[in-house]
């Protein structure tokens, strides 16, 4: 896959009307937005663009609208935005996204102005990738950038379909960082290279497995995850997660990492539970057998001391998914360790996405890695090895 994609420094931008591909798919409550993150994370690009005199028409999906719905409006974050860039915003309201309300708002746009659109999935044609709402989209502007990372393994109207009837495709900064520090990182590490693998299925990271068994020095697996791996190597998992019908999947992978001589670490012991709640009975194993009547809800001290100790002499580390249910105070000692050991070190950190950026962040480490990804689905499929659409469709340099 070819990461070197032209940014918005590349191109000139004045005077011309540029459509953004944002990620403003924002949690609200009542109409107000409760984590502003993704606004915060567009800001650079969108100063970029009005410094420069550009005409700036922001686009993104919110939630799972399949038409037209009132809660699902992207009006409140046109409000936060305005406050956020101290600039006015003019919200685009308009069923059809690229309506008359829209058509008239953008005609009437001088460099520097920043208009939104209305939720692209208001449009039925939007997740089919249909050329119809292409065409709509790329009828307002001159210049197409994607800086929505988080959508980038969909190929949407928005985020693919509109760069065939444009000539100009580049991506924002958000998509410039993700590219540097996650592609880097897997497709160009310096080495000794260490990933780290939790959450709770193996089905869910089997590809991932896979893939970075091809390019790391040190495999670290936790979660839920590493009960399936202890079974089939014949432990005792007492009622812990278990995907059975991924045991001969887990022997392939050791037997993948002997071959091309990766470490593989998996849980020593476990903190384990007497159910799945945060009040559980506590205990801890002596080693990887977990007795019936009890669950793996989290890494033991020993297995504590082998995974921050293998990340000591990484010079880059890749981290995806929490070693426990880091929701409970008595199981999220592990996530809490392996945090603090790349919060430590002077590798280049990258976190990607989802639940192992939530718990960074949580925890209050997130300052001290190198990069949080701000994609979960877009950044296991990059760590998969996969082309994401909405990155391959961008110019090249």
């Not at 520097?112 to 659109?117: A, C, R, Y």
């Not at 991932?208 to 089939?232: R, S």
């Not at 709640?277 to 001290?301: C, F, H, R, S, W």
Request: charged share 25%; net charge negative.
């Amino acid at each position: 896959m070819n990461y070197n994609k032209k940014t918005i420094e590349d191109i000139s931008v004045t005077g011309k009307k540029v459509l953004v591909r944002c990620d403003f798919n924002v949690p609200l409550k009542d109409g107000v937005i409760t984590d502003e993150n993704r606004l915060k994370g567009a800001m650079p690009t969108i100063n970029y663009l009005v410094k420069n005199g550009a005409k700036v028409i922001l686009c993104s999906h919110l939630g799972k609208a399949k038409g037209p719905d009132p809660k699902l409006t992207l009006a409140p974050v046109a409000k936060r935005l305005s406050e956020l860039l101290g600039k006015d915003v003019l919200f685009a309201a308009d069923d059809e996204v690229v309506g008359v309300n829209a058509k008239a708002a953008v005609s009437k746009m001088k460099e520097g102005d920043i208009v939104l659109l209305e939720n692209t999935r208001y449009r039925k044609e939007e997740g089919k990738n249909e050329e119809s709402f292409s065409k709509d989209l790329a009828s307002l502007c001159d210049i197409y950038v994607n800086d929505a990372f988080g959508s980038a393994h969909r190929a949407h109207c928005s985020t693919v379909g509109v760069t065939e009837f444009v000539d100009t495709a580049v991506c924002g900064y958000l998509i410039q960082k993700e590219l540097k520090f996650l592609g880097n990182a897997v497709e160009n590490p310096v080495k000794p290279f260490v990933a780290i693998l939790g959450g709770s299925k193996v089905s869910d990271k089997i590809n991932v497995i896979n893939n970075l068994l091809e390019k790391v020095d040190t495999l670290i697996i936790g979660g839920g995850m590493a009960y399936t791996f202890l079974k089939a190597q014949g432990y005792k998992i007492g009622n812990s997660l278990l995907e059975e019908d991924k045991m001969e999947y887990a022997l392939d992978m050791v037997k993948k990492a002997e071959e091309r001589k990766v470490k593989l670490l998996l849980p020593l012991d476990n903190v384990c539970g007497d159910k799945f709640a945060e009040d559980a009975k506590v205990v801890v194993t002596e080693d990887q057998n977990i007795e019936d009547g009890y669950m793996g809800l989290d890494i033991g001290p020993k297995t504590v001391k082998l995974y921050t100790e293998a990340v000591k002499t990484a010079k880059t580390v890749v981290w995806n998914g929490p070693m426990g249910v880091f929701e409970f105070k008595n199981f999220a000692v592990g996530t809490k360790a392996v945090a603090k050991a790349l919060a430590d070190t002077d590798a280049t950190t990258v976190i990607g996405g989802g639940d192992s950026a939530a718990a960074v962040n949580q925890l209050g480490y997130g300052d001290k890695m190198t990069h949080i990804s701000t994609g979960g689905g877009a950044s296991l499929e990059f760590l998969e090895g996969k082309e994401l659409p909405g990155i391959a469709a961008l110019n090249d340099k």
